[in-house]
């Protein structure tokens, strides 16, 4: 059963805030300042913890400072009878769930504590564990698939493609693949198909003799050599052209070759992880790639998913990326606001997690205190799917009506006022009905309207 700490300077406050709560079934602690919340806190565990602002001695805002040094993740909902938009935003920036004033309606309070308590799932009681498999970062059942496949395949000599967006991790997965593999200790040797011409393509692949061409001063091995009784990682395997695919093909089969210029047989044990972001199968209909040389990559083929297909990811990538350029930058930033984390929740990342690395790099640099706001995370003007971004004329023309199926975040940061509060018209300044047609939630959009000064006509 939840325990919620109430901590109100007026009798009548606590007294009807515990009776609400312990008639919805929660546990309740009540005191009278922030001293007395920090003695209860001491000795018991609390599952949130509900604060008027201003009280005696030690207030709602520093009382609240207090608990995020203790745990961060523990929701803390703020109360006063004297909003004010330097309270609410102080209290947002340093890491409150949500701020409300009095008197405040029994069903909003009620709605706003159910929500903040079902963020904590058994993984948000505890602190976030970064669940990593050989580097992988991602609890998900989407990527323990991943997981339990490579367990199964790695220990076999069978060669790999690995398909997926750009920025999913695939090389990651090569990675994985050939440490959980019997040849760990044998060389790993990557190579990005797309980097090179084809001239220089294949004395990379295959190496060379002294002379063989202009510049060739000495013999030089190539990568299935240096790879020889290990793995050779072709990135970009969509890009070869048919010469180099002919040759490779050569080499799958028959497990030998030539250096450029030379006579000599070369034979190689190698397992070729190979991996790319087309989808090989329609650029083998198309005639852009040799289908005997795909059926003799894709002996595993292993399916990488999309950021966007594994949210569950989210917080567990927000976490190692905060850690890492928090160090980097020499800065204390320690988690996202809850309004900041629901912004990725419902963002689409094409770019994937390399995009999320970026937004979470960019928000540690610009961000001066120690949670990130969502002014401080800088996302893709676009959606997958679209071709273009929205045009400034659009808003200029008062053009509206076809934005809202793409949602608030698609909308350029300096018209976000002049959309929100267009949509508060459409919608007779129903702010249910707002937050649906912006596809934010209610909180977001209520956020929203204090950070801009939106008055409801």
């Not at 920090?38 to 565990?45: A, K, R, S, T, V």
């Not at 090179?196 to 013999?219: M, Q, R």
């Not at 790879?227 to 969509?238: H, K, Q």
């Not at 397992?271 to 040799?290: H, P």
């Amino acid at each position: 059963m939840p325990t919620i700490l109430v901590v109100d300077d007026e009798l009548s406050m606590r007294e009807f805030l515990k009776i609400l709560l312990n008639k919805e079934g929660y546990d309740t602690h009540v005191a009278s300042d922030g001293l007395s919340a920090m003695n209860i806190l001491e000795n018991h565990p609390v599952d949130m913890v509900i604060t008027d602002i201003r009280m005696p001695g030690m207030g709602g805002l520093p009382l609240l400072e207090k608990v995020k040094e203790k745990n961060i993740n523990l929701p803390v909902i703020m109360i006063t009878a004297y909003a004010s938009p330097e309270d609410a935003v102080a209290a947002m920036k340093n890491g409150a769930y949500d701020y409300i004033t009095k008197p405040f309606k029994v069903a909003e309070i009620k709605d706003v504590i159910k929500a903040a308590l079902s963020r904590l799932s058994p993984e948000d009681k505890k602190p976030h564990h970064l669940d990593s498999f050989h580097g992988i970062i991602g609890n998900s059942p989407e990527m323990q698939k991943i997981f339990d496949v490579i367990k199964k395949i790695a220990p076999t000599h069978a060669n790999v493609l690995i398909q997926g967006e750009s920025g999913t991790g695939k090389e990651l997965v090569a990675r994985a693949l050939h440490n959980y593999s019997m040849v760990t200790d044998n060389p790993f040797v990557p190579i990005t198909c797309s980097a090179l011409p084809e001239s220089l393509f294949e004395s990379e692949l295959f190496g060379h003799v002294k002379g063989a061409f202009t510049g060739a001063i000495s013999n030089k091995s190539g990568l299935f050599e240096l790879a020889n009784n290990g793995s050779a990682f072709l990135d970009e395997i969509g890009e070869l052209t048919p010469l180099i695919q002919t040759k490779l093909l050569r080499v799958l089969q028959e497990r030998e070759f030539k250096r450029v210029g030379g006579t000599e047989t070369i034979k190689i044990n190698v397992r070729i992880i190979s991996a790319t972001n087309k989808i090989l199968e329609d650029e083998v209909l198309a005639g852009r790639f040799r289908e005997d040389l795909f059926y003799r990559l894709a002996v595993v083929p292993l399916r990488v998913p999309p950021l966007r297909e594994r949210k569950g990811d989210v917080p567990l990538l927000v976490d190692y990326f905060l850690k890492k350029y928090s160090e980097r930058f020499s800065k204390e930033v320690h988690g996202l606001s809850s309004y900041a984390l629901e912004v990725l929740m419902n963002y689409d990342f094409p770019g994937n997690v390399r995009e999320l690395e970026n937004i979470i790099e960019r928000g540690v640099a610009l961000e001066n205190s120690n949670i990130i706001l969502p002014e401080s995370l800088t996302m893709s003007m676009h959606r997958r799917g679209r071709n273009e971004t929205l045009k400034p004329a659009q808003f200029i023309d008062n053009n509206y009506e076809t934005l809202f199926e793409e949602g608030l975040d698609n909308i350029m940061i300096q018209h976000e006022k002049k959309y929100i509060e267009h949509a508060l018209k459409k919608a007779n300044n129903s702010k249910i009905k707002t937050a649906d047609l912006l596809k934010i939630s209610f909180r977001s959009l209520r956020y929203k309207i204090q950070k801009y000064n939106i008055t409801l006509e």
